[in-house]
């Protein structure tokens, strides 16, 4: 269990309260697409403002590189925020982040009042964790919330620095369900225990089938990532997605699956086509006889039911990347296929965020899943084993 303090341990009437959201959300023009991360923070915002605190939200957004970007600014949020809540949030524009403008919404707070600032990656040293800039969003606040689980693996000022110059830190709920989550899932799992990976790289996942070697059932890989296991095996993948310079470590892990007694399922059959692309022409062979000049942007038919098969027999199921191109509606049938599986099983069933969440969400399967991670990089940390540093920098009880 999280050791950590939570909103829950704190006393915030008439406190000032920075909470570090995770609002990177994805915007079309000024208006949001997908507001799940920002739904996903209004327990915390609700239970601070219910307490009495001045609420003091802060958050990045994109990449703007440490310097001001009107196209990414988080006056958006606030808007869209102020009617979620059903009250104003007023947005503290401002380039420095902490400057004048910040500081005086601020000194006007009532308590239950709700401020959001600017994207805190308009200060470059932000990403740098540098001290001056922790220091300067402490000055804000008397106490610090972290619930910006999608960001909890990178040390930055709004996420690490920060904790040094305040007086109290704890985590926010969203924070406390993701790692309770995750953390039952892998650690406790009720089995069988099933785990499934795909994406393009192998070596963007390369210490999370290390790590998931160690604690699951059946190890399932599918995606771009599996061309690499097939050349492996002795497969041939045409121009498919392949790195060669990691077939020694897919054999490796091939071996230690073996060694370790876990079941590891690779695709059988895969979709290819000669150009990348939705319309064209395209065909179904076995993995590992894919022809020169034909790529695999998909797994197969055979695949997609020996995958929902496993997936069928299991208690406890973590999914990280897509099977597939899903973008691409042609290629997006194995992604598809194990939502289904998944969406259907009396399990607890979890998506380690990013691409899976999306496709889940898309395909209408958001509601049927026990948790959808709101961090896609952040949850693949956390199946490596690795501690975030944006919970670790936070008060123990
Ligand atoms: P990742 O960012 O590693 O999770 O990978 C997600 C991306 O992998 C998605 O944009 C998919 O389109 C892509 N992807 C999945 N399978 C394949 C494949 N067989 N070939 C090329 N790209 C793929």
């Not at 079309?28 to 997908?34: K, M, N, R, Y």
């Not at 915390?44 to 957004?61: A, E, F, Q, R, Y």
């Not at 000194?107 to 009042?113: L, N, T």
């Not at 190890?219 to 045409?238: C, E, K, R, S, W």
Request: glycine residues 10%; charged residues 25%.
């Amino acid at each position: 269990m999280l050791q950590k303090k939570t909103v829950d341990d704190l006393q915030v009437k008439g406190k000032r309260v920075l909470v570090r959201c995770d609002f990177n959300v994805p915007l079309q023009d000024g208006v949001i697409t997908d507001d799940n991360r920002i739904t996903a923070a209004l327990p915390t915002i609700k239970k601070l403002m219910g307490d009495g605190g001045k609420v003091i939200l802060c958050s990045h957004m994109g990449k703007p590189k440490g310097e001001p970007k009107p196209e990414l600014s988080l006056a958006p949020v606030a808007k869209h925020l102020s009617e979620l809540l059903g009250k104003e949030v007023v947005f503290a524009k401002d380039d420095t982040v902490v400057g004048e403008n910040a500081k005086a919404a601020v000194a006007k707070m009532q308590d239950g009042d709700v401020v959001l600032l600017e994207n805190t990656r308009y200060r470059k040293e932000e990403t740098k964790n540098e001290e001056n800039f922790s220091k300067e969003l402490a000055s804000l606040a008397d106490v610090y919330v972290d619930d910006a689980f999608g960001s909890s693996h990178r040390a930055h000022c709004s996420t690490v620095g920060v904790t040094e110059f305040v007086k109290e830190s704890a985590v926010g709920y969203l924070m406390e369900k993701e790692i309770a989550f995750l953390g039952n899932a892998v650690n406790n799992p009720v089995r069988p225990f099933v785990a499934i990976l795909g994406g393009s790289k192998v070596s963007d996942k390369i210490n999370v089938i290390n790590n998931l070697l160690e604690k699951v059932d059946t190890l399932i890989i599918g995606g771009g990532m599996a061309y690499t296991f097939a050349v492996a095996q002795g497969g041939h993948v045409g121009e498919s997605l392949l790195e060669e310079d990691k077939v020694p470590y897919a054999k490796e892990m091939i071996e230690k699956a073996k060694a370790k007694g876990v079941n590891f399922l690779l695709p059988v059959d895969t979709v290819i086509t000669k150009e990348f692309k939705n319309d064209t022409e395209y065909k179904t062979v076995p993995t590992g006889e894919i022809p020169e000049g034909w790529m695999g942007l998909d797994i197969g038919e055979k695949t997609r039911e020996l995958f929902a098969d496993a997936i069928k027999g299991a208690k406890t199921v973590v999914w990280n990347g897509p099977m597939g191109v899903f973008e691409m509606e042609n290629f997006a049938k194995g992604t598809k296929a194990v939502a289904e599986a998944m969406a259907s099983i009396d399990a607890t069933t979890i998506i380690g965020g990013g691409d899976s969440a999306a496709a889940v969400n898309q395909l209408g399967f958001g509601d049927k899943m026990t948790h959808i991670s709101t961090g896609g990089g952040a949850s693949l940390e956390f199946l490596e084993g690795k501690e975030l540093p944006g919970v670790a920098a936070v008060d123990d009880k």
